[in-house]
Structure formats: C-alpha cells, structure tokens
C-alpha cells in the first residue's frame, strides 16, 4: 500500500492564537476540535483538502522560537505576487515578519516568511510548481 503524507502537529503556547492564525493568516478551517485530558486538540485544513493533509495544533506547549538563520517553516501557495506583497506588508505592520520578500530561481519563486504565535516561520509563496502552481518541479 503506498503512503501518503497526511498532517503535522504542533503544540502551542496559546492555542487560541494559533487557531486564529492559521485561520486568518493561512485561510485555515477547524475540521475537528476537542480536549484530552484537559488538553485542547485541534485539526486545521484548507477548505476542500479535509481530507488531504491537516494540521494538528495541540495546546500547552512551549513557545518554537527559530535561531537566526533557521528557515524550517510551513509553505503555503499565496496565489500571486501581490499577495505575497501584501502578505509581507501586514506582518511588517504587526512586527511578524521573518524574512521579506525574495525571489529565487526555479522552482523556489517569489516568498515572504512570518512568524506564528509560537514563532515557527510560516511561508507564503508564488511561482512554485506545487500548490496552485505549475510547472516542473525540476
């Protein structure tokens, strides 16, 4: 049977502002919400892709604050440049902003990077073969 990739999971300091950011930053829907032991659970996904891959956000943990030069982070197709611009634009408003924007040769494109509640780096990209776009990868 082959494998699929199907969700990440991530705690979170304040659970609340990590659903609200994943929902208002990355257009995020809750597709299941519970508490386990006290413990708030929540899956996250973009509509229409419930069933595809998830983000589970787990409440109580530690704040994930990246080292300078650390670029791990989560990628999300933004669907344009100017909404990559306006993306960087609001997180440099709200002082969110990881790293501004930049574009690199194929298949990388045009990026921004932010920072979540927990401070991972979330990326917001266009011009990428995957996600709404096209191309070769290669």
């Known amino acids: 049977m082959?494998?699929?990739?199907t969700h990440i999971a991530l705690h979170c300091e304040?659970?609340?502002?990590s659903v609200g950011f994943y929902r208002d930053w990355c257009g995020m829907n809750i597709t299941h919400d519970r508490t386990d032991d006290g413990?708030?659970?929540?899956?996250?996904?973009?509509?229409?892709?419930?069933?595809q891959f998830i983000i589970v956000l787990i409440g109580g943990g530690a704040p994930t604050r990246q080292k300078e030069g650390d670029f791990?982070?989560?990628?999300?197709?933004?669907?344009?440049?100017?909404?990559?611009?306006g993306i960087a634009g609001k997180a440099v408003a709200e002082g969110i902003l990881a790293c501004p924007v930049r574009?690199?040769?194929?298949?990388?494109?045009?990026?921004c990077g932010i920072h979540d509640p927990d401070g991972r780096?979330?990326?917001?990209?266009?011009?990428q073969p995957i996600g709404h776009g096209e191309g070769d990868i290669n």
């Open 103 to 111: 574009e690199l040769p194929p298949p990388v494109g045009y990026f």
């Open 39 to 51: 413990i708030r659970v929540v899956w996250m996904a973009e509509p229409g892709k419930e069933n």
């Open 72 to 85: 791990s982070h989560l990628g999300i197709d933004a669907g344009s440049r100017a909404a990559v611009d």
């Open 121 to 127: 780096i979330v990326e917001f990209s266009h011009g």
């Open 14 to 17: 304040d659970i609340a502002a």
């Open 2 to 5: 082959p494998l699929s990739l």
